[in-house]
């Protein structure tokens, strides 16, 4: 998939609709990132796409990202220093990005 098969996207590179969102995109996306995704990315992309169809938001700061993860996965994936390696920066906002989800609200 190239740039211009990508959907519309705003200036952060958040998807304009979550809709459009496929596994390629993700990929595409992470490869911007210099990520390429494992089954562990994959995990917790499922997650965070379950967790906006359940709750129609993205996990709104990092913080609570980290919490959700740990209430759904446990404290060896529910922590800062798992979820940063896999999404390095500001785990939610990077993690959201990828998974075709709106900005993160409290997110720098």
């Not at 990929?27 to 210099?34: C, F, N, P, T, Y």
């Not at 796409?49 to 129609?56: I, L, N, Q």
Request: proline share 6%; charged share 25%; hydrophobic share 40%.
């Amino acid at each position: 998939m190239n740039e211009q098969a990508l959907p519309r996207r705003n200036n952060e590179g958040f998807l304009e609709s979550a809709n459009e969102w496929t596994q390629a995109v993700a990929q595409v996306i992470a490869s911007e990132d210099g990520i390429k995704l494992s089954e562990k990315h994959w995990e917790i992309i499922e997650f965070l796409r379950e967790f906006y169809g359940k709750h129609e938001i993205a996990p709104p700061s990092n913080r609570l990202f980290v919490k959700a993860v740990r209430e759904a996965f446990g404290q060896d994936k529910g922590n800062s220093i798992y979820l940063m390696q896999l999404f390095p920066g500001t785990p939610a906002k990077t993690a959201c990005r990828i998974a075709g989800l709106p900005r993160p609200t409290n997110c720098l």
